[in-house]
């Protein structure tokens, strides 16, 4: 089942699409218990690189198993490679600015990682070019594709969106959700109130002030290509969209994000309202995980992890592709299996 918002419609998937995962990271991941999208906070800076060698290969090369929690919660690349794998999308995987770089072939945007927000995320260089060049892997993507789904990974995203929204003039204090069932919001506010001291008026310098590289990319990849594009992910991708919007507000009718109940339905955000305020359209997989075999996939119904790497969106196509709700989740048990039998995966 899907549910749709602020005038969605579920499509047709009767051609063939792209997905793009765009991977970034910044040194905000490293400010302790703000986010749980690795290990340890030095480990989030692994997530992206393996969380793209995962979807495409079904292992990683960067660390020795998948991404998980400090928990052990797998990574939603879980759920992205077993959606992906009834449909077989072309998968590119587009680097923003990682600081670990993936060892699969992947598109670079000639950017940089983002530093702390606080301070400065990104030259003005970067951001530049990381949208320029987003801008034309967008178009080169209109030559082959009418739809292109927009994944992304990169941890503390959430932060780095509600100061990318704030920056941009909506009211998006405390509305972006969490990788964790506990929402840390006093340090995401305090984190944001710090880095939206003293911003530059003007919109672009404000981006590089406090964004992040993952964001910019999406935009660029938006806003160069011709068809329509799904966005999958949560309350991050309403930054991205109003970034989108920054530039071109017409182009937002061809946009809507694709995420899952888990955001939607987050007591401690408020996805919709964000959406709604920047005026891009929603859908949203009703996929049920409480019939799993196992408890790190059933701790998804609990709160935990909730989006990224374009499980969202992936979920949708596969549903829309005509793929029950057991066959999915059998499918995400059988993948979860393996990594759990050879990798002695916290379960």
Known sequence: MIKEYYGAETFTLNKDFAYVLVIGTTDVSLIPGLTIAGATPELTH?????????????????????????????????????????????????????????????????????????????????????????????????????????????????????????????????????????????????????????LPTDPLQRLAKVSDPVLLGVAGISLGFKGKILLAGGTQMTAAAAIVNEFDKNKLKDITIGTTKWIVEDKFADMLSLAKQVGVKVLASMLDLSISAYEGIRAYEKGYVKEGVGAGGSTIMALVRGVSNNTLVRKIDELYGELVGSNNLHI
Do not use: H, W
Not at 92 to 121: C, F, H, M, T, W
Not at 166 to 191: F, I, Q, T
């Open 46 to 198: 692994f997530t992206p690189a393996a969380d793209a060698e995962y979807v495409l290969l079904g292992k990683c090369k960067s660390i020795n198993t998948i991404p998980v929690s400090p928990t052990g919660i797998p990574t939603p690349a879980l759920l992205t490679r077993a959606s992906l794998s009834f449909i077989n999308p072309l998968k590119v995987v587009v680097n923003a600015g990682s600081r670990i770089l993936p060892k699969i072939p992947y598109i670079d945007l000639q950017g940089e990682p983002g530093k702390d927000i606080r301070k400065q995320a990104l030259s003005m260089e970067k951001v530049n070019s990381i949208i320029e060049n987003g801008i034309k892997l967008g178009e080169e993507l209109s030559n082959e594709y009418e739809l292109i789904m927009i994944g992304e990974s990169i941890p503390a995203g959430t932060t780095t969106a509600m100061a990318t929204l704030l920056a941009l003039g909506y009211d998006a204090m405390d509305k972006v959700s969490s990788a964790s069932p506990d929402n840390p919001k006093e340090l995401k506010r305090k984190v944001v109130e710090e880095a939206l001291r003293n």
